[in-house]
């Protein structure tokens, strides 16, 4: 798809042009950094609502540190819904902490086309009440 010509400029380039936006989907982004993505979470401080996804056959390089912008209370404040799908960097004992730190925002995480044997032992060694809140995220769809 063309979200493989999606890049760190570009995210410089929202952040600068549309700095107003308030939903974004940027679909089989394989090229974006963590630096280009904590740009979108620092740069564009009305987001209400931030999806990006690598694709099926080719992963994108996101890690945790991507999502570090997320642990300071006056980032992002108004983002109610992240979905970062297909990275397969980013772990999940990250995605575990962001979801305690931020406890109203939904997080939906995960592979589109297969659950990752990480994922999965994850689930199984979880506490209830953190079992409680990953199934509130849509959990049966192959997200987590």
């Known amino acids: 798809g063309c979200g493989s010509r999606i890049t760190d400029a570009v995210t410089l380039s929202l952040v600068t042009h549309c700095s107003q936006l308030r939903k974004l989907k940027l679909e089989s982004c394989t090229k974006i950094t963590d630096d280009g993505f904590k740009r979108l979470l620092n740069g564009l401080v009305n987001l209400i609502s931030l999806e990006v996804s690598g694709n099926s056959k080719v992963s994108g390089e996101l890690t945790g540190r991507s999502l570090q912008p997320l642990f300071v209370k006056h980032t992002a404040t108004n983002l109610a819904y992240l979905k970062v799908t297909d990275q397969r960097k980013l772990k999940m004992d990250f995605i575990l902490r962001l979801r305690r730190c931020r406890p109203t925002m939904k997080v939906v995480v995960g592979n ?33």
Do not use: K, Q, W
């Open 112 to 144: 589109t086309e297969r659950r990752n044997m990480e994922n999965n032992s994850v689930m199984s060694t979880t506490n209830t009440s953190v079992l409680g809140a990953m199934a509130a995220t849509n959990y049966g769809d192959n997200y987590f």
